[in-house]
């Protein structure tokens, strides 16, 4: 499940904030004016061209799920700290943070438009 929810995320940040490069800041102001960008994006070729690469490996002892948008990247270490009190309650933000929580091992592309997720099964001890 929690594999499940870092994909969701994952794909959702590849979709919003990579192919459409939709600010998250946007969100702070009115979340309909997120929206709306996002769906006027969606319908201009600049953007609506772009496609997200999923692979997935599989092994006895782990997925490994890499998730490539065509956007321009990002930094990683330039995101504000999801647990720092200013932070709290924005309605954005809290994306990547879940990722690496739910995932073993989480990285990025130099470019940073790329994320690799890898979970490792259990085992019983």
């Given at each position: 499940?929690?594999?499940?929810?870092?994909?969701?995320?994952?794909?959702?940040?590849?979709?919003?904030?990579?192919?459409?490069?939709l600010d998250s800041t946007l969100r702070e102001e009115t979340n309909?004016?997120?929206?709306?960008?996002?769906?006027?994006?969606?319908?201009?070729?600049?953007?609506?061209n772009r496609r997200v690469k999923v692979t997935a490996y599989l092994s006895s002892v782990e997925i490994k799920l890499v998730i490539q948008d065509q956007g321009p990247g990002f930094d990683p270490s330039k995101l504000p700290d999801p647990t720092d009190p200013e932070n709290l309650l924005k309605a954005s933000g809290?994306?990547?943070m879940l990722i690496?929580?739910?995932?073993?091992?989480v990285t990025f592309?130099?470019?940073?438009?790329e994320?690799?997720?890898?979970?490792?099964?259990?085992t019983p001890e």
């Open positions: 499940m929690h594999v499940g929810m870092a994909l969701t995320e994952a794909l959702a940040n590849a979709i919003d904030h990579g192919n459409l490069e309909s004016s997120y929206r709306e960008l996002g769906a006027r994006r969606s319908q201009e070729p600049l953007y609506a809290r994306g990547i690496k929580t739910f995932m073993d091992e592309s130099p470019k940073g438009n994320i690799t997720m890898i979970k490792r099964r259990r």
